[in-house]
């Protein structure tokens, strides 16, 4: 089980690294980075099997269920948005935009200092 909870946190940094790197990529470019809302479910629906799987286990800690609740509310945020950008295309605000690649490093600081 161990095994495969490193697996999935692999897949989970890499998909806030998609939100996090095309955020900054396109920092001067109208839209959203096209892969974002794919890093972002990747990293919802990985970070979702991780607690089940720290929570099944004896072998991984068990997870600080409030850090999981704050970080789960902040990646469905951030989905909400990359859902709207993907339908606005170049037409999404730089609000929505902006949002999403904070709201990522919010996740991000929470995930390493909390």
């Known amino acids: ?15 806030w690294a998609i939100v996090l790197g095309g955020w900054f990529a396109t920092l001067k ?7 974002t809302l794919h890093g972002v479910l990747t990293a919802l629906v990985t970070g979702i ?10 072998e991984v800690h068990d997870p600080n269920t409030t850090k ?12 909400a948005l990359a859902v709207v950008a993907r339908r606005k295309g170049t037409d999404v605000a ?21």
Do not use: Q, W
């Open 1 to 15: 089980m161990e095994i495969l909870y490193d697996l999935l946190l692999v897949l989970h940094l890499v998909g």
């Open 29 to 35: 470019d109208p839209g959203v980075y096209r892969g």
């Open 49 to 58: 099997l991780m607690v089940g799987i720290a929570s099944a286990s004896d």
């Open 68 to 79: 999981v609740a704050i970080k789960l509310l902040v990646a469905l945020a951030v989905t």
């Open 94 to 114: 730089p609000g929505v935009k902006h949002a999403i690649g904070g709201l990522t490093l919010v996740n991000i600081v929470i995930a390493v200092l909390v």
